[in-house]
């Protein structure tokens, strides 16, 4: 997801977005309840993908009927669209009536809002259902691209890079970035990755990144500490060596996941990869892409994060806002979201902890052939810093993208 802020626009917020409109305490959740009775809750939240929207609607008819709460999904493309206007409402002075009351987001889009003061919180502990992720034995849900979320960021899902591919075609898929390469050459057309600034595909370059670097400890911290030209060198040299054998010859590339799992199912591509790991079985059951598909992901495992809710700091809905994030948490909820027939995007909770009616919910399995193996999520490598996805968004583009 990708950050549109400038340093200098971001301090100008700061200094003119003053206190916010009062909000309800977060540990007062009776008064929560009460005052979210009513609102309408504007999630501005990706709109890229029918399941993810279907979803978010099943949700505004859950709250709605047991909450009184009403949710607009505002489909944006971009998360940094939303934060824009966040951004571009309390530069002019909006602290109490701002258009976004709940944002999907992220990386480096959190840390930009965190930094300069743009979210409203800590309410994230505060939420009843919170505990339910288990915490203190699960870091990932407090932290964000190596960044403590302090309660600013509630979770609500878990993704992981997953490659995918037509076993009809592919006997035995590469299992490297290395491997990767090698096959493109001998397969030439049939491989590609989605457009930067694409989070997907901007994963894609953190994954090859990882995987080329003799030392990834300077990823872990801000990239303005690092010589980036020589921490990226081997990733360029990379790309130029993959770009020739990519899908249309690497001039151009899918606008984002769902592009490239149509080509995929148009059969122009052998190999793609996702940011869910239940995508391609879920995309197999509604006869989006071939029944021979299967998924994996690489030797040594593959980069994923969670995804979080925020509630900017101008929202006038902070108690719907913030019933909505709580419900979100709840098994239910839960639950209905890792379903492959509805979504498929991982739990956020710790179902081992959970109670026996709560994990029974959990309980349907799967025999779809297109889900990853057993066990194959076990090995999560963590998120760079999140200054380097836009550092790296940059200096793509610059390489790349021919005006």
């Known amino acids: 997801m990708r950050s549109i802020f400038t340093l200098a626009t971001l301090m100008v917020a700061t200094?003119?977005?003053?206190?916010?409109?009062?909000?309800?305490?977060?540990?007062?959740?009776?008064?929560?309840?009460?005052?979210a009775r009513g609102q309408t809750v504007y999630w501005n939240a990706w709109g890229g993908d029918v399941r993810t929207n279907d979803y978010i609607d099943w949700v505004n008819r859950q709250v709605q009927a047991k909450y009184g709460v009403d949710v607009v999904h505002v489909k944006v493309d971009d998360t940094g669209v939303a934060v824009s206007r966040v951004l571009a409402e309390q530069t002019a002075g909006n602290r109490r009536d701002g258009s976004v009351d709940l944002i999907w987001l992220n990386g480096e889009n959190f840390a930009a809002m965190r930094e300069h003061d743009l979210l409203f919180?800590?309410?994230?502990?505060?939420l009843p259902n919170f505990s339910l992720t288990y915490p203190e034995h699960n870091p990932e849900v407090v932290t964000d691209f190596t960044l403590p979320t302090d309660g600013?960021?509630?979770?609500?899902?878990?993704?992981q890079i997953t490659f995918y591919y037509d076993s009809a075609r592919i006997a035995s898929p590469p299992r490297s970035i290395e491997a990767i390469l090698d096959w493109a050459r001998h397969h030439p057309g049939r491989f590609t990755y989605p457009r930067i600034p694409d989070f997907t595909g901007s994963t894609f370059l953190k994954q090859a990144l990882l995987s080329l670097t003799a030392n990834p400890e300077p990823l872990y911290a801000p990239v303005e500490e690092s010589d980036f030209e020589s921490v990226t060198a081997p990733l360029?040299?990379?790309?130029?060596?993959?770009?020739?054998?990519?899908?249309?010859?690497?001039?151009?590339?899918?606008?984002?996941?769902?592009?490239?799992?149509?080509?995929?199912?148009?059969?122009?591509?052998?190999l793609a990869f996702t940011f869910n790991p239940s995508e391609p079985a879920a995309a197999v059951d509604d006869f989006e892409l071939p029944p021979m598909t299967r998924s994996y992901v690489l030797d040594g495992g593959t980069l994923g994060n969670v995804h979080f809710v925020a509630i900017p700091a101008n929202s006038p809905h902070k108690a719907g806002a913030?019933?909505?994030?709580?419900?979100?948490?709840?098994?239910?909820?839960?639950?209905?979201?890792?379903?492959?027939?509805?979504w498929g995007?991982?739990?956020?909770?710790?179902?081992?902890?959970?109670?026996?009616?709560?994990?029974?919910?959990?309980?349907?399995?799967?025999?779809?052939?297109?889900?990853?193996?057993?066990?194959?999520?076990?090995?999560?490598?963590?998120?760079?810093?999140?200054s380097w996805m836009t550092a790296l968004q940059e200096e793509w583009r610059k390489r790349y993208i021919r005006e």
């Open 236 to 270: 360029w040299d990379y790309l130029e060596a993959l770009h020739p054998h990519l899908w249309r010859d690497g001039r151009q590339f899918p606008a984002n996941g769902p592009a490239m799992r149509r080509l995929m199912a148009d059969g122009e591509l052998d």
């Open 152 to 159: 600013y960021e509630s979770p609500w899902g878990k993704a």
């Open 345 to 386: 995007d991982r739990t956020v909770l710790d179902v081992t902890r959970l109670d026996d009616p709560a994990r029974k919910a959990f309980a349907a399995t799967s025999d779809n052939p297109a889900l990853p193996p057993r066990g194959a999520l076990q090995t999560t490598l963590p998120e760079p810093h999140p």
């Open 322 to 342: 913030m019933v909505v994030a709580n419900f979100l948490l709840s098994p239910r909820a839960q639950a209905h979201k890792q379903d492959i027939t509805v």
């Open 15 to 35: 200094l003119l977005a003053g206190p916010s409109m009062a909000a309800p305490a977060p540990d007062d959740w009776k008064t929560v309840l009460s005052e």
């Open 121 to 126: 919180g800590p309410f994230a502990r505060h």
